[in-house]
């Protein structure tokens, strides 16, 4: 179908960008080392120039060559790649192995009219694929010549399963109020703090180690300011720094999410999202394997969640799932899946568990405090017994997952697990022939309580396709299995009793 082609020109810059990335921080550390000891001085900078300039030349003549032997083609139902330098490389792959083909566009990349291609096979953590200049045009191409093999093969399969050959088309778009709520709920402020704070401390350590900076009168009179502060100051910095934590969560949000649109054409799903970098990921039905319905602790008093979506043999970025949708209304979830994810379309609802097992999450929730107690209270007594404090605090978390955990089904067909996190509470909604294993464990313990653990998996390529939910009452847990046990062909089923 294709000629041989290759990448933009360009790729010999951005081979040569992402070089120069990867030498920033050792760079900085360098220099800040170089600055603080005392140690600059004109001929380490003639050396680190001249150094510079040398790495520079290098990295185009392998860029160049790297550019020049890499070419790609459709070949028959392959696709064809030729590359490296030093040993000549021929990769097959069969269009059947295809999973995902993902476009991203980068600042860099937009300006030129430039695509990264990122192509996923069954079975890989990492792209099978990854080209990063190719014209927006060729690009286009390209996935639309191995999505028409894809979706022709995913259509001969649809009578294993219950995704039909469908050419509805459905869209939606994420608002710009709705933006800017997700960004204010997304509990990014929990990882942004400790990273200012972290940074804010790193820096201040190596100013104080540094005689250079410990020299100057106005670094003498910080640190006076520093040792002088009263409790009321402490907190007015610790909420600046929150506050400024939260902002930048919200502009991360902001930045990941603008213009996210999820989009439903036939049987596939393509998501776009991204401001400085816009990324574009398509996503057969067949292969979707669960729906994950999270709630951040932030959303959770509002009614709030984000949609994410379990792909097999999908290996997303950073090793996450791949969000489905950002921000929307517990109420509704039925809807929206209903419109692009059928066969998942249900009520986020779920069946508490037995009241005799509430017990049992306060006790498991009681024993680090039980253990701690003790040993602060005789190595710092009589301070120690401050530690008391925080048994009130255990008992209402075991209080809270007991609340929340449960389990439900819709029919033979639609299965749903709910946990309480530290940060977010979790639904699982997956349906019967996308099952895996279901494992039923029992304990001496819940042997006597007539509950056992339900833990189901499912093929996903993040490698977290595990999800459970303890003290389940052991009737149910049985219904679980007798219902699922005789499908063998495409599931395993167990029991640890």
Not at 2 to 19: G, K, N, S, T, W
Not at 68 to 89: A, D, F, P
Not at 315 to 332: A, C, H, K, Q, Y
Request: net charge positive; with cysteine.
């Amino acid at each position: 179908m294709f000629e041989p082609r290759r990448q933009h020109p360009l790729y010999v810059l951005i081979h040569l960008f992402q070089a120069i990335r990867s030498w920033v921080s050792p760079s900085v550390f360098l220099v800040v080392y170089a600055v603080t000891s005392g140690r600059l001085s004109g001929n380490l900078l003639v050396v680190v120039g001249s150094s510079l300039i040398f790495m520079i030349l290098i990295f185009l003549g392998l860029g160049f060559y790297s550019w020049r032997r890499y070419t790609y083609m459709i070949k028959g139902n392959e696709l064809v790649i030729h590359s490296g330098i030093w040993v000549r490389k021929q990769r097959i792959i069969p269009q059947s192995r295809i999973q995902s083909i993902d476009l991203t566009e980068g600042i860099f990349h937009r300006l030129f009219g430039l695509v990264r291609v990122r192509i996923e096979t069954a079975g890989g953590s990492e792209p099978e694929v990854a080209m990063d200049a190719l014209l927006r045009s060729d690009a286009y191409n390209l996935q639309i010549a191995l999505k028409k093999n894809l979706s022709e093969k995913e259509d001969e399969k649809s009578g294993e399963g219950s995704i039909k050959a469908d050419q509805r088309k459905s869209e939606r778009k994420l608002q710009t109020k709705e933006l800017l709520l997700a960004g204010a709920t997304s509990g990014g402020i929990g990882i942004v703090f400790p990273l200012i704070g972290g940074l804010f401390s790193t820096v201040y350590e190596l100013l104080q180690m540094s005689e250079w900076w410990s020299s100057l009168d106005w670094f003498h009179l910080f640190q006076s300011s520093v040792s002088a502060l009263s409790v009321a100051t402490v907190l007015l910095v610790l909420f600046s720094v929150l506050f400024l934590s939260w902002m930048l969560a919200i502009v991360g949000t902001i930045l990941t999410n603008a213009h996210f649109t999820v989009r439903r054409e036939g049987n596939d799903l393509l998501l776009q999202r991204g401001w400085l970098e816009k990324k574009r990921v398509s996503i057969p039905l067949a292969r979707i394997q669960a729906i994950r319905v999270v709630e951040g602790v932030l959303r959770q008093p509002f009614g709030l969640a984000a949609l994410h979506v379990e792909s097999a043999g999908f290996g997303n970025e950073n090793g996450d799932s791949t969000v489905l949708f950002p921000l929307i209304r517990m109420r509704d979830i039925k809807p929206f899946l209903a419109e692009f994810v059928p066969e998942f379309s249900t009520d986020v609802v779920v069946t508490s568990l037995p009241k005799h097992v509430r017990k049992r999450y306060i006790v498991r929730s009681l024993w680090m405090p039980l253990v701690g107690v003790p040993v602060l209270t005789m190595m710092f007594y009589p301070l120690g017994l401050l530690s008391l404090f925080f048994i009130p605090p255990a008992v209402a978390w075991g209080w809270w997952k007991y609340r929340f955990a449960g389990v439900g089904r819709e029919g033979n067909f639609l299965y749903r697990l709910r946990w309480q996190g530290v940060w977010r509470r979790t639904t699982v909604i997956v349906t019967r022939p996308r099952i895996q294993a279901l494992v039923l464990k029992r304990n001496c313990f819940q042997r006597r309580a007539r509950v056992c653990t339900v833990e189901v998996q499912i093929a996903s390529g993040s490698g977290s396709g595990y999800y459970r939910v303890i003290d389940v009452d052991e009737k149910e847990g049985e219904r679980w299995h007798d219902m699922l046990r005789n499908d063998k062909e495409k599931m395993t089923s167990s029991r640890i009793l």
